[in-house]
Structures are given as structure tokens and as C-alpha cells.
């Protein structure tokens, strides 16, 4: 099992392995090209293992901590300073390090 493995599986990796050392490299290049045209900085492990739903919002200094696989789903919103390490329902509320839900909210509605 490859160290990139035994991450998805949640198991002890280490970090400093050449292929996952590498593809950190590779997305601070990229997180350092996005963040220099945008006003609020983002960050993340690798950006490789995050699935992001439709009206997705990240706040002010959101970690995605995403050395396994994550999954935000729509319309959920993170607070300001969160740090996501597993998966958020649609259609919540999360905040905290780590980041948990506090409420559902509600899907909009017509008038």
C-alpha cells in the first residue's frame, strides 16, 4: 500500500514520502498563482481530494485539510477560520477546527 493510500484509508502515512511531497508542491504553486488574483487567500493539502458542491461558501481563512478524500456538498456554508478534515453534508452550517456541523439550513424556497 502507497503512502497516498493508506491516507484515503485514514491510516498512518508518512508525509514526507516523494510522491506526496511532490503533489504538495504542485498545489502550493497553484494555491500561490490563485491566491495572488483573489482577496481572500485559500488553503489546502493537496486540492486533489476535495469534491466542493454547487453554492458552496468557504469564510475568511478556511482550511481544507484534505490529505484524505473530502466532500463539501451544496449549498453548505463553512465558517470564517473552520478546518474541514471530513466530509459536510448539504445544505449546513459548519464551523469550528475541526470543523462540525451546528445546523441544517433550509433549502431556499419560492415566494
Same mark, same amino acid.
Given at each position: 500500500? $502507497?503512502e497516498?493510500?493508506?491516507?484515503?484509508?485514514?491510516?498512518?502515512?508518512?508525509?514526507?514520502? !516523494?510522491?506526496? $511531497?511532490?503533489?504538495? &508542491?504542485? $498545489?502550493?504553486?497553484?494555491?500561490?498563482?490563485? &491566491?495572488?488574483? +483573489?482577496?481572500?487567500?485559500? #488553503?489546502? *493539502?493537496?486540492?486533489?481530494?476535495?469534491?466542493?458542491?454547487?453554492? #458552496? #461558501?468557504?469564510?475568511?481563512?478556511?482550511?481544507?485539510?484534505?490529505?484524505g478524500?473530502? *466532500?463539501?456538498?451544496?449549498?453548505?456554508?463553512?465558517?470564517?477560520?473552520? +478546518?474541514? $478534515?471530513?466530509?459536510? !453534508?448539504?445544505?449546513?452550517?459548519?464551523?469550528? &477546527?475541526p470543523?462540525?456541523?451546528?445546523? *441544517?439550513?433550509?433549502?431556499?424556497?419560492?415566494?
Amino acid at each position: 500500500m $502507497t503512502e497516498k493510500e493508506k491516507s484515503y484509508a485514514e491510516l498512518l502515512y508518512q508525509p514526507n514520502d !516523494p510522491e506526496l $511531497t511532490q503533489d504538495r &508542491n504542485v $498545489t502550493v504553486r497553484k494555491l500561490q498563482d490563485y &491566491n495572488s488574483v +483573489v482577496q481572500q487567500s485559500l #488553503f489546502c *493539502t493537496y486540492g486533489y481530494n476535495t469534491c466542493v458542491g454547487d453554492n #458552496f #461558501f468557504l469564510n475568511v481563512n478556511g482550511k481544507l485539510m484534505d490529505s484524505g478524500k473530502i *466532500t463539501i456538498g451544496d449549498n453548505s456554508v463553512i465558517g470564517a477560520g473552520s +478546518v474541514v $478534515t471530513k466530509d459536510i !453534508p448539504a445544505n449546513s452550517l459548519a464551523v469550528g &477546527n475541526p470543523c462540525r456541523v451546528i445546523r *441544517t439550513l433550509e433549502q431556499n424556497r419560492e415566494n
